[in-house]
């Protein structure tokens, strides 16, 4: 039972590096996103999916570099 709990917890250790990064990306984009629904809504979304596009062709990039 207590090497089922340890080997339960390296797996969440491992994976909260990741989350983190993923979650300061999207609140990234929310942000630039926000900023540009401040000067003009509609560049709002228009920012977001440009910024979500680019964020989605770097990661399979990087998959594809990786193997």
């Known amino acids: ?4 709990r340890a080997a339960i917890v390296r797996t969440i250790a491992g994976m909260v590096p990741g989350l983190v990064r993923d979650l ?3 609140g990234g984009v929310g942000l630039v996103s926000y900023g540009a629904w401040m000067i003009y809504p509609p560049a709002s979304f228009i920012t977001a999916g440009i910024l979500l596009i ?14």
């Not at 039972?1 to 089922?4: G, I, N, T, Y």
């Not at 770097?58 to 193997?67: C, D, H, V």
């Open 1 to 4: 039972m207590m090497k089922l």
């Open 24 to 26: 300061a990306g999207l």
């Open 54 to 67: 680019a964020g989605t062709l770097l990661i399979s990039l990087a998959n594809r570099a990786a193997g």
